[in-house]
């Protein structure tokens, strides 16, 4: 009964940042236009690397998702350094693993992950653009994509009833348009409805990526996660790891440990607050939440195949060590500097209103249980 009670209270605990974060996650999705990504990173300087990594952090994809978005770029005339920047800042970090962040590690590893997802990003794209070049040419983006289906990943920008409805949006648009212009006397009316009916599609859009779509991605990995945590807080005393929770061999073996993982920013969260609780050093989980979204092994192929063994080499080197320098770093301000490291446990919930923390987290477990639903019995439309 303890590991049940241990395992509600953290999922309580969860709710409410991880409900905030899928919202902002689908505002973020639906509109940034795509274009403008596109235009933002091409060029081969250090500046796009910043911008691609800048652009990345925030945005709710996994590791998985980010494949074919981070290809398209590539094709679209960004550098390998951006396009690695982006890689690696992407499922790193995002406005929904921040959210959970704070809601389960507390504001300091909310907002040294983040720092740390950029200055990895930044770090890797620097070393691509060192130590590979541009002159090898780069494969179709269709064969990548199909690698990266091909080990369980799936995007949710290709054709999806999230697409479909766009298209019908922008073709019954486009309806509208023609229509009007056949007709002087139309009412002014029409475009007021027009407009409304274009916002409407696109809230939909919203909910439709925030509960299905991003849900999907991670749901099961996170209930995975928080139910990790619970048994560490139940069963496993809390020095089990503490003689060699904040030594090098703990981050090093966390690296090993994390690169044939699939784990995303959000579901990782849960994990590295049970290793926490465990008696693993933050700066330990820090190496955690940076390298294990970053490294599994589907990503690395499709980089190999884009962009060269070289490309995978350089990309590696530049998310492990600055994961392991800032791991250091951690470390050193929590003993130091008295910075207060502390992973949710029982009760901690109660810093925000009961009605708040019970309604959320109805919310999270029924969106939860009719994704579930669907994939199971009904079947999500391809």
Not at 103 to 112: D, H, T
Not at 303 to 314: D, F, L, P, Q, S
Not at 324 to 330: R, S
Request: aromatic share 8%.
């Amino acid at each position: 009964m303890m590991l049940i009670s241990n395992f509600i209270e953290l999922f309580m605990e969860a709710a409410p940042w991880l409900l905030m974060g899928l919202v902002i996650a689908g505002l973020i999705k639906v509109y940034i236009p795509q274009s403008v990504m596109n235009k933002q990173l091409g060029g081969h300087g250090i500046g796009t690397v910043i911008k691609a990594a800048l652009i990345g952090a925030p945005l709710p994809l996994c590791s998985c998702g980010v494949i074919p978005t981070a290809l398209g770029l590539r094709r679209a005339g960004a550098s390998k350094g951006a396009t690695t920047a982006f890689l690696v800042a992407t499922p790193e970090t995002g406005v929904d693993s921040i959210g959970i962040s704070y809601g389960l590690l507390g504001p300091f590893m909310a907002v040294i992950r983040p720092i740390g997802a950029f200055i990895s990003a930044v770090s890797a794209g620097i070393m691509v653009n060192l130590f590979d070049d541009e002159t090898k040419a780069t494969k179709s983006v269709v064969a990548a994509v199909k690698v990266a289906d091909g080990n369980g990943c799936h995007d949710t920008q290709l054709e999806t009833p999230l697409c479909q409805e766009t298209k019908m949006s922008i073709t019954a648009t486009s309806t509208t348009q023609t229509a009007s212009k056949t007709n002087c006397c139309a009412s002014t009316g029409d475009s007021a409805v027009k407009t409304t009916t274009i916002a409407v599609a696109k809230w939909r859009q919203v909910m439709r990526f925030s509960f299905f779509d991003m849900v999907e991605d991670t749901a099961l990995w996170l209930m995975i996660g928080l139910f990790f945590a619970a048994l560490v807080e139940t069963y496993v005393p809390s020095n089990w790891l503490t003689e060699w929770g904040d030594t090098i061999w703990a981050m090093l073996i966390i690296i090993v440990v994390s690169i044939p993982m699939y784990v995303c920013a959000t579901a990782s969260t849960p994990i590295a607050a049970g290793l926490l609780l465990a008696g693993v050093s933050p700066g330990a989980i820090l190496v955690f939440m940076l390298a294990g979204p970053a490294t599994n092994m589907a990503l690395l192929l499709v980089i190999a195949r884009e962009m060269g063994k070289r490309t995978v080499a350089a990309y590696l080197v530049g998310v492990i060590i600055p994961a392991l320098l800032l791991g250091f770093l951690t470390n050193y301000l929590v003993a130091e500097m008295g910075v207060s490291v502390v992973a949710a446990s029982g009760g901690s919930h109660e810093l925000l209103p009961t009605w708040l923390v019970v309604s959320t987290s109805t919310v999270v477990l029924i969106t939860m249980l009719n994704v579930f639903y669907q994939q199971l019995f009904v079947g999500k439309n391809k």
